[in-house]
C-alpha cells in the first residue's frame, strides 16, 4: 500500500508532457500544471498561429496565456523531491527471510550487523552510534542473526562469555563457580582463538590435499590421453592387418567348403551302403529267430529232434560294427589348423597379441616401492621383444625374449617402426600401472626405457635411448653403471651384477634400476612425469652382446 501511495503521489507531482517531477511549475488558466519549458516548447510547436491548447483537457485559448511560476506548487515538488531522496529503497526493508532493525519502527529496515553485548540487530543508521560513541566501542559486531539469544544463559540470563573444555560447552561466568566449578574453564574467546588455530591448520592441510590431488587428476588426465592416443594407433594397425586376413580368409572358405562336402558325400555313401547291408542281415536273423521260436515251443521230442537238424547254421558275422572315429575331415583339420597357426604367427609379428593387464590404468594412489625382490615380484610382468622395432643385425630368439648383436643381416621385412642405424630394440607391450621386470645381459648392454614416438629412423640422437627427452636408460659396462636421459650423463656406483631390475610406476612417474644378485640394490631412481605409456627396451655396443628378458614369475 506505500508503494502505491509513493506512485500515486509522483503522478500528482509529475509533468504529464515529460512524465518527470515538475521543474519551475506553472497552471495553465483551465488550472494544470506543467513544467514551464515543458509548456512553452509545446506551445511554440503548435501549427496554430492564433489558437493555444491545454495537453490534457484540450481547451483552446485564443491568446497565449502569460505564463508565472508557482511559488507554492514548487514549494511542494521540493519537499516531495527530498522525500523521495531519502526514503529507502523496497530492497532495503527487511523480508520474511531477513534479520530485521530492532529499533526501526513501522516498516524495519534490513539490519548490517548484530551486537553480542547489546542482543540487538541494527539496520545503517541505526548502527552509527556504535561507531561514533565511546560507550559501544569495545562492543563485538558480528553478520546480522537471529539467535543472539543463544548466547545468553537460560539459567543466569547472563552473557556466556566461558568454555567449559570439560563439557565441552559455553557457560556464563556464574556457571564457572557453580555448576562447572573445579572443571576446566577458559574465556571464550581464548578457546576460539586456540580452535581457529587449529582450524587454519586444518585448512592449510585440506588445501594442500587439494593441490595434491589436483596434481594427481592431471597425471591420470595426461595417463588417459596417451592410452588414447596409445589406443587409435592399435584400432589402426589392427584394422589394417584384419583387413588382410579378411581377404584372405574369403579366398580359402570357399574351398574350404567344397573340401568338406565333397568328402561328405563320399563317407556318408560308404555308411548308407553298409546300412543296407545291416539291415538285410537283421531281416535274415528275424527270419532265423521266427524258426527257432517255432521250433522251440514243438511239445512233441521226435518232431523237435527230426527239425533240429535241418536249420541252417548262422553265417559268420562280426559281434559288433566298429565305428571308427570321424578321421574323414582329419585333413581339412589340419589345413585349417596350419592355417590358424600362420595366422597366429602373423598376429605375433603385427603386434595385435594385445595383454589387457598392459593397458589396465592403475588409478589407484601411489605407494612405497617395494623393499624386496618378492614384493617387487608381484608387479612382474612377461615382456617379449617386437621383431618389427629390432635392428636388423639383431637376432630374437628364445620366444622373442632374448636379443644378440650379430654384424649379420638377418632377413626382416621393412617396416616403419625399425631402428636403422642404431642397435636397439623395443618391447611389444606397452607398460603402465606399476610393472617390474628383469634383464639378464652379457658384455655392454642398455637397459632402457622409451616412448612409443621415439623417432627410428637415422644416426640422430633423437633415436638413441637415454639422449632426448622420449626415453631413459642405463647403460651397463662390464661392472660401471651410467644413467642417460635427455643427453644427460649421471654417474652410477653400485655392485656388479649380470642382472638389472627395472621397477616402474608409471602414475607416480618412478622408474627405478636394481643391481639383482643374492640382494637388490638400488643404482639409480627417476622421478618425473610420464606423458604417455612406456616400452622397455635394449641397446647393443658391440657384436657377441646379449640380453633377454627373463621369465621371474
Known amino acids: 500500500?506505500?508503494?502505491?501511495?509513493?506512485?500515486?503521489?509522483?503522478?500528482?507531482?509529475?509533468?504529464?508532457?515529460?512524465?518527470?517531477?515538475?521543474?519551475?511549475?506553472?497552471?495553465?488558466?483551465?488550472?494544470?500544471?506543467?513544467?514551464?519549458?515543458?509548456?512553452?516548447?509545446?506551445?511554440?510547436?503548435?501549427?496554430?498561429?492564433?489558437?493555444?491548447?491545454?495537453?490534457?483537457?484540450?481547451?483552446?485559448?485564443?491568446?497565449?496565456?502569460?505564463?508565472?511560476?508557482?511559488?507554492?506548487?514548487?514549494?511542494?515538488?521540493?519537499?516531495?523531491?527530498?522525500?523521495?531522496?531519502?526514503?529507502?529503497?523496497?530492497?532495503?526493508?527487511?523480508?520474511?527471510?531477513?534479520?530485521?532493525?530492532?529499533?526501526?519502527?513501522?516498516?524495519?529496515?534490513?539490519?548490517?550487523?548484530?551486537?553480542?553485548?547489546?542482543?540487538?540487530?541494527?539496520?545503517?543508521?541505526?548502527?552509527?552510534?556504535?561507531?561514533?560513541?565511546?560507550?559501544?566501542?569495545?562492543?563485538?559486531?558480528?553478520?546480522?542473526?537471529?539467535?543472539?539469544?543463544?548466547?545468553?544463559?537460560?539459567?543466569?540470563?547472563?552473557?556466556?562469555?566461558?568454555?567449559?573444555?570439560?563439557?565441552?560447552?559455553?557457560?556464563?561466568?556464574?556457571?564457572?563457580?557453580?555448576?562447572?566449578?573445579?572443571?576446566?574453564?577458559?574465556?571464550?574467546?581464548?578457546?576460539?582463538?586456540?580452535?581457529?588455530?587449529?582450524?587454519?591448520?586444518?585448512?592449510?592441510?585440506?588445501?594442500?590435499?587439494?593441490?595434491?590431488?589436483?596434481?594427481?587428476?592431471?597425471?591420470?588426465?595426461?595417463?588417459?590421453?596417451?592410452?588414447?592416443?596409445?589406443?587409435?594407433?592399435?584400432?589402426?594397425?589392427?584394422e589394417k592387418i584384419f583387413t588382410e586376413l579378411i581377404r584372405l580368409l574369403e579366398k580359402r572358405g570357399s574351398d574350404v567348403e567344397q573340401q568338406v562336402r565333397s568328402q561328405q558325400e563320399r563317407e556318408v555313401s560308404q555308411v548308407r551302403e553298409l546300412q543296407e547291408k545291416l539291415e538285410q542281415e537283421i531281416t535274415e536273423l528275424k527270419r532265423k529267430d521266427a524258426e527257432l521260436k517255432k521250433l522251440s515251443n514243438t511239445e512233441v521230442h521226435n518232431q523237435f529232434f527230426d527239425n533240429y537238424p535241418s536249420l541252417a547254421p548262422l553265417s559268420q558275422s562280426a559281434s559288433s560294427i566298429q565305428i571308427r572315429p570321424l578321421g574323414c575331415f582329419e585333413d581339412v583339420t589340419a589345413a585349417v589348423s596350419e592355417l590358424r597357426d600362420k595366422l597366429q604367427e602373423v598376429l605375433r609379428e603385427k603386434r595385435t597379441n594385445v595383454s589387457l593387464t598392459g593397458t589396465e590404468v592403475d588409478v589407484l594412489l601411489p605407494q612405497a616401492e617395494p623393499k624386496t625382490r618378492a614384493g617387487f615380484l608381484q608387479y612382474s610382468r612377461e615382456i617379449k621383444l617386437d621383431p618389427n622395432t629390432a635392428y636388423t643385425e639383431l637376432v630374437l630368439s628364445e620366444g622373442n625374449r632374448k636379443a644378440m648383436l650379430m654384424y649379420q643381416q638377418q632377413s626382416y621385412s621393412s617396416h616403419p617402426d625399425r631402428f636403422t642405424d642404431w642397435y636397439q630394440v623395443l618391447s611389444r607391450e606397452s607398460l603402465t600401472g606399476r610393472c617390474y621386470w628383469e634383464v639378464e645381459r652379457r658384455g655392454d648392454v642398455s637397459v632402457a626405457v622409451a616412448y612409443k614416438n621415439i623417432s627410428r629412423a637415422g644416426e640422430s640422437y633423437e633415436c638413441g635411448f637415454g639422449l632426448n627427452d622420449k626415453s631413459w636408460a642405463l647403460e651397463c659396462n662390464n661392472n660401471r653403471y651410467e644413467f642417460w636421459s635427455n643427453n644427460v650423463q649421471t654417474s652410477v656406483s653400485g655392485p656388479g651384477s649380470s642382472r638389472v631390475g627395472v621397477y616402474l610406476d608409471h602414475s607416480a612417474g618412478i622408474l627405478s634400476f636394481y643391481s639383482v644378485s643374492e640382494t637388490m640394490t638400488l643404482l639409480h631412481r627417476v622421478q618425473t612425469t610420464f606423458t604417455q605409456p612406456l616400452y622397455a627396451g635394449l641397446r647393443f655396443d658391440w657384436s657377441g652382446d646379449s640380453a633377454e628378458l627373463c621369465k621371474v614369475k
Open 1 to 238: 500500500m506505500a508503494q502505491r501511495g509513493d506512485q500515486l503521489d509522483r503522478e500528482t507531482f509529475s509533468c504529464s508532457i515529460c512524465l518527470d517531477l515538475l521543474k519551475d511549475p506553472v497552471t495553465t488558466p483551465c488550472g494544470h500544471s506543467y513544467c514551464m519549458n515543458c509548456i512553452k516548447s509545446h506551445w511554440d510547436g503548435e501549427d496554430g498561429k492564433y489558437s493555444y491548447s491545454c495537453p490534457q483537457c484540450r481547451k483552446m485559448f485564443t491568446l497565449r496565456p502569460v505564463l508565472l511560476k508557482s511559488t507554492m506548487l514548487a514549494d511542494l515538488v521540493e519537499e516531495r523531491k527530498t522525500g523521495l531522496q531519502a526514503a529507502p529503497a523496497d530492497h532495503c526493508y527487511a523480508g520474511a527471510e531477513d534479520v530485521a532493525c530492532d529499533f526501526c519502527t513501522g516498516r524495519k529496515l534490513k539490519a548490517i550487523k548484530s551486537c553480542l553485548q547489546c542482543l540487538a540487530s541494527y539496520c545503517e543508521k541505526h548502527l552509527h552510534p556504535h561507531y561514533e560513541s565511546e560507550t559501544f566501542k569495545k562492543h563485538k559486531l558480528v553478520e546480522p542473526s537471529t539467535k543472539l539469544q543463544e548466547n545468553f544463559c537460560s539459567r543466569h540470563d547472563e552473557v556466556m562469555k566461558m568454555f567449559c573444555r570439560t563439557d565441552q560447552q559455553l557457560i556464563c561466568s556464574l556457571c564457572s563457580v557453580e555448576e562447572h566449578k573445579g572443571h576446566d574453564t577458559v574465556s571464550a574467546a581464548a578457546e576460539r582463538a586456540e580452535r581457529q588455530r587449529e582450524l587454519e591448520g586444518s585448512r592449510l592441510n585440506i588445501q594442500q590435499r587439494i593441490q595434491d590431488r589436483e596434481k594427481d587428476v592431471k597425471l591420470l588426465q595426461q595417463q588417459a590421453e596417451a592410452i588414447t592416443l596409445s589406443a587409435d594407433e592399435a584400432v589402426e594397425d589392427s
